[in-house]
DNA sequence: AGGGTAGTGTGAACAGTGTCAAGAAACGGA
DNA sequence: TCCGTTTCTTGACACTGTTCACACTACCCT
């Protein structure tokens, strides 16, 4: 530990392991993530294409390492989002959110719901994406036992899932018209007047 | 033309435009779009790398007419399901038909939705794609002129069109069970009750 | 009927990818 | 000081999509 040297310089080349992440999160956001190359990520890093391995042992690791911690943002936002006295003002806010926060990073929206490419056995992923549901189901169901999605119950919860998600993804698909541009358009005029044919 | 050789061996290879296609719809739907190779597609039809080029220049032109093609099953998919007396039975007969043909195929429904993979601008992925959006208007604002998709007055459209994609993709992304089997128990069991808390 | 031409295929090549096996360098603790 | 472990590099392999020059076939036109 290089105790006198640059604070965050300590081995090699630092603290590679959030280097790569940060890179990928930018490769990702600006280029797409079918665009999203190992190599690349490697190259911006400074190091040599093989160094990722002995971090995230594979390309998936590291999207996965990824997606866990978007998916952590995006519980934090959702409750954020939630705090409001009614609960149909919080739903409401919610779905807002959900939506902003997949029209403010696409690439990242994107990646979380790429299964193909992401371990979802990973605990680290398994508990987030667990607790972002929890957050969007609380105000639905309030501070009932926590049920899997696949329970009955959380059927209000899951049209409200569904149909921010289907909004938001929609939109960046370019649904509404092409670009990112449209989309936030979209979710600024008409999400709004969407989320309220729901009625929960 | 062989007027009296096997039927549908004209040329060198016949139908190799067809056969390309067919090769292709296999590979995603056993593989998954992420497992998609040009050049796997063309070892399946038995040619060279290089012959698609011939038919599809791209391999982004092959994905193209496949989700074209798609979108025109969705289209007439919908279509069936939207033949009903009353507008309500008529937009949640649209709806299960909607998740039912994005389970049924997997590969063939996530392939519509990447942007990235395909050519908006080819004509006739726009035009199936709109008439596909079309079908799922008019059971909700009835045989008005046609509008699109940001207008204003499509905002019931847009909610039904956005809860049954979001589940679609919510249900093949696991997040309601691992696996095609648990997409289509979720989509039995409580894709109905999400349908009802829709007030359009 | 015959020749030119457009259409349709092959094969080799190039740059780029993920991953793996060895080996070298730097660090931590004995 | 020296040993062991972690971290990274180098080189290699099997892939990928795309392009190029070339060959062959089927059709159209004269």
């Known amino acids: 530990m290089s105790r ?3 604070p965050d ?8 392991r959030a280097a790569l992440l940060a890179s990928a999160a930018a490769l990702i956001e600006e280029r797409g993530i079918d665009a999203f190359s190992l190599r690349e990520v ?13 971090h995230f ?7 996965t390492a990824l997606a866990a911690q978007a998916f952590r ?6 409750e954020e989002g939630g705090v409001a006295d009614d609960p149909e ?13 997949a029209i403010a990073r696409p690439g990242r929206f994107g990646l979380m719901w790429r299964s193909a490419l992401l371990d979802a056995a990973d605990p680290a992923f398994d508990q987030a994406s667990r607790r972002a549901f929890r957050a969007l189901d609380r105000p639905v169901r309030g501070d009932a036992d926590p049920a899997p999605p696949h329970d009955p119950a ?6 409200c899932w569904s149909i921010v998600h289907g ?17 936030r358009l979209a979710a600024m005029q008409i999400l709004p007047a969407v989320l309220g044919y729901l009625e929960v």
């Not at 310089?9 to 590679?16: E, F, K, M, Q």
């Not at 042992?57 to 999207?63: M, V, Y």
């Not at 959380?154 to 049209?159: D, G, M, W």
């Not at 909004?167 to 449209?182: C, K, V």
């Open 73 to 78: 943002d995006l519980g934090d936002a959702l």
């Open 167 to 183: 909004f938001a993804t929609l939109a960046l698909n370019g649904a509404f018209g092409p670009g990112p541009e449209a989309a």
């Open 154 to 159: 959380c059927a209000p919860s899951i049209a």
């Open 9 to 16: 310089r300590a081995y090699h080349h630092g603290d590679l």
């Open 57 to 63: 042992g594979d390309a998936r690791g590291l999207l």
């Open 89 to 101: 003002t919080r739903i409401r806010r919610q779905g807002i959110a959900y939506v902003g926060f």
């Open 42 to 54: 490697a190259r911006r890093a400074g190091v040599s294409p093989a160094a990722p391995s002995h």
């Open 4 to 6: 006198n040297g640059p």
